[in-house]
């Protein structure tokens, strides 16, 4: 087993202001302090300065976006950048659905013009952060491998199922040093509150209806984002070149079961939860084999979920301001458009 092959020296993080970008920003920093580390981001609706306040100072921002190729190439050279972590995509499915282009002119658009110019500036390593819904669905049994056939099902898991091709072709026809890796749903602090966790404990601290999807049967597999970051932070030193690992922790919930359970956290009634028409080509379930990563790179998820959701819970209610802020203007646009009339 590798301990470490590779040893970066100035890391660009795209999508570094996002829920899981910034909480891999401070894990590099606390792991490698003296890594250097640029964010490049967008800042889009999605993304906040706000998020990683608390390293001001251990990390330099270029606000740009991922699909200008100067912008790009101008960021790699004058940092000097070895490796690039690439996070920065259109994340939420149901905005997929609401308004597809722009999944596929930042995902695969973005992701080609990441790679071109990293290719072209000799960057050592590029970590393409990719998601268990490029496999598409899973029936009542089995999880997804590695080697599990590509089958996305919405515009946003086409389009990071198409951006894993243009790396994949990447590796094989000029042996450009990426690796994909692909993880279940991610929970923790600074989550979008367009996302399930978030949406629902916000929905039940202000006592309004939390509207499940379909019959609530729907099986998502939860781990930590510390536990993701540390996954990626492991394939980006010890990865080989070319590979694509699964990330996960063995932890499958029913959304209507997870839904209680915030319910019962914060001592509110079931009588908040609403069922609401379907999501369309909702995925049935997701699980995701994991043993390759835990083989190959010794790396395991290591939060214990009932730990780790009530420490999510507890960041929310401490961080009421965060939270309101990123929850005016277009998001309250958005959440009638998605809400309305279901
Ligand atoms: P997020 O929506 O919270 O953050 C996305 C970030 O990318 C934001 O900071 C945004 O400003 C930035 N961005 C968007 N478009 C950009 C552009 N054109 N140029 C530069 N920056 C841009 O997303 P997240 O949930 O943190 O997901 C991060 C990555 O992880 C994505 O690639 C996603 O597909 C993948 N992923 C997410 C999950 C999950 O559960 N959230 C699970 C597996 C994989
Ligand atoms: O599996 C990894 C993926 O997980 C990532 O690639 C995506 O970026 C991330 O957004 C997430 O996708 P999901 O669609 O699984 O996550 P979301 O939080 O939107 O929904 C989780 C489940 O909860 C899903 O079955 C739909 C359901 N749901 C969601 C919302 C927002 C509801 O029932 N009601 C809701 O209001």
Known sequence: MPTQNFNPQSVLVTGGAGFIGSNFVRTLIERRPDTRVTVLDKLTYAGNLENLADLEGQYSFLRADI???EAVRAALQSRDIDAVVHFAAESHVDRSILGPMVFTHTNVLGTHVMLEESRAAGVERFIHISTDEVYGSLGPEGAFTERSPIDPTSP????????????????????FPAIITRCSNNYGPYQFPEKLIPLMLINAMNDK?????????????????????????????????????????????????????????????????????????HDRRYAIDSSKIKRELGWEAETDFD??????IAWYREHEDWWRRVMSGEYMEYYDKQYANR
Request: aromatic share 8%.
């Open 67 to 69: 699909t200008d190729a």
């Open 156 to 175: 946003y898991a086409a389009s990071k199922a198409a951006s894993d091709l243009v790396v994949q072709s990447y590796i094989k026809t000029f042996d």
């Open 209 to 281: 209806p939390l509207p499940v999807y379909g019959d609530g049967m729907n099986v998502r597999d939860w781990i930590h984002t510390r536990d993701h970051s540390l996954a990626v932070l492991r394939v980006l030193e010890a990865g080989a070149p070319g590979a694509v690992y699964n990330v996960g922790s063995s932890n499958e919930w029913p959304n209507i079961e997870i839904v209680k359970l915030i319910l019962r956290v914060l001592g509110k009634p079931e009588s908040l939860i609403t069922f609401v028409k379907d999501r369309p080509a």
């Open 307 to 312: 730990a780790g959701i009530a420490e999510t």
